[in-house]
């Protein structure tokens, strides 16, 4: 049974960064498709990244982003620690959320709208970005 654990989270000012982990256990991160999704109070979760797995159909692995943080968050894998990270740059008030990853053993490209697809959750990392 694959675990997911997130850490990195904290109180950042407007423009800072911050880089969050999600370490899997239990079983290899590979073969999974990876997600960072958010969520505040109120609202629906919202898919921020993805990354597929290394042996994903058609698309080798790669990255997808919501228009919303698209070019100021980086989605990466070290699969030697089975880790996930997401790197958030240029961090705005909006950001403020607590972020999950989420892993779904798929041999197809991710999807971050598709929150019912995912399988294995972690705990959440709570990101506060004010001033």
């Known amino acids: 049974q694959l675990q997911l654990v997130e850490s990195g989270g904290g109180l950042v000012q407007p423009g800072g960064s911050l880089r969050l982990s999600c370490v899997g256990s239990?079983?290899?991160?590979?073969?999974?498709?990876i997600a960072w999704f958010r969520q505040v109070p109120g609202r629906e979760r919202e898919g921020v990244s993805c990354?597929?797995?290394?042996?994903?159909?058609?698309?080798?692995?790669?990255?997808y982003y919501s228009d919303s943080v698209k070019g100021r968050f980086t989605i990466s894998r070290d699969n030697a620690k089975d880790t996930v990270y997401l790197q958030m740059n240029s961090l705005k008030p909006e950001d403020t959320a607590v972020y999950y990853c989420?892993?779904?053993?798929?041999?197809?490209?991710?999807?971050?709208?598709?929150?019912?697809?995912?399988?294995?959750w972690g705990q959440g990392t709570q990101v506060t970005v004010s001033s």
């Open positions: 990354i597929s797995s290394v042996r994903s159909i058609g698309d080798d692995g790669a990255a």
């Open positions: 239990g079983s290899t991160l590979d073969s999974y498709s």
């Open positions: 989420a892993a779904e053993q798929t041999p197809y490209p991710c999807s971050i709208p598709g929150v019912s697809l995912y399988d294995y």
